[in-house]
């Protein structure tokens, strides 16, 4: 697509199947949605390219969407599917690994409501969607007036769902924060007393939804389960289905003994 003032809104695209192009030709690459033009705006999609490459690796890339010449390009409330090593969620003007690196590549952040996951279609080829099943795109949207119908002429509700099929399906679980790992001090190590360290430690939020400002802490307790340092990071921006690595700050063990970490 290639106009002024395009808007693309409510739509679903799956792309599956093997590319067999072996080169290192720009050709050697899919998008669900390809977008030249001025001042456009994709809100509401469900865009998956799940495409395997036989190609190099370098030029055999999967995008959910691909910014050509597009300027002024705004977007939000969409999910987004690259699943594999050669997926990405968009090229524009590099490629863009993860949403985070899409998103924050503008000067003015697009798509900090939309997400990259399954949106879990019933079929390759039957895109609607399981309601079987808990799905990113149930109730994901906020409403654009000029579509009122999905695409089997059912009314849009208050908070639509994602795609060109409105249903009535399971929500996917927005918020599920677990601590993953410790990462330093690292178990069964030493560290010298009195000296500074930076503890660092992994959250995985398994829910749909980017979660800002969550406050994180971590305790060291000695074996009589008595908190000696309690360490707090503020302001950490967790995306949905995304496992982020949190340092806190310097600190050092005020006595010598065996501590738990958590």
């Known amino acids: 697509a290639g106009n002024s003032q395009d808007k693309y809104y409510h739509n679903t695209v799956n792309l599956t199947g093997l590319n067999q192009a072996n ?6 690459r899919s998008m669900a949605m390809e977008i030249n033009g001025v001042s456009v705006d994709v809100r509401n999609n469900i865009l998956v390219n799940a495409i395997t490459h036989n190609g190099d ?83 994901w949207c906020i409403p654009v007036g000029s579509i009122t119908l999905d695409i089997d002429g059912n009314n849009r509700g208050s908070s639509p769902d994602a795609g060109a099929d409105e249903f009535s399906g399971i929500p996917a679980v ?56 309690v360490l707090t990071s503020t302001n950490v921006n967790i995306p949905s289905y995304t496992t982020t690595q949190i340092s806190f700050p310097a600190v050092s063990l005020p006595e010598a003994g065996t501590y738990v970490v958590q």
């Open 23 to 28: 080169s290192l030709s720009s050709t050697n």
């Open 174 to 229: 927005q918020k599920d924060f677990v601590a993953t790992s410790v990462d330093d001090p690292v178990l069964g190590r030493l560290k010298r007393g009195g000296s500074l360290f930076v503890p660092k430690g992994k959250i995985t939020n398994n829910g749909a939804k980017k979660q800002n400002g969550v406050l994180v802490q971590m305790e060291f307790k000695n074996l009589d389960n008595i908190n000696v340092t």
């Open 57 to 139: 690796t370098e030029a055999g890339k999967s995008y959910a969407i691909y910014l050509g010449l597009a300027n002024n390009f705004s977007g939000d409330y969409n999910v987004y599917y690259a699943p594999g090593t050669k997926g990405y969620v968009g090229y524009s003007t590099t490629a863009k690994k993860t949403l985070t690196d899409w998103s924050n590549s503008f000067v003015t952040a697009v798509d900090t409501n939309s997400v990259h996951a399954d949106p879990k279609f019933v079929s390759a080829t039957d895109l609607h969607i399981n309601t079987g099943v808990p799905s990113v795109a149930e109730n």
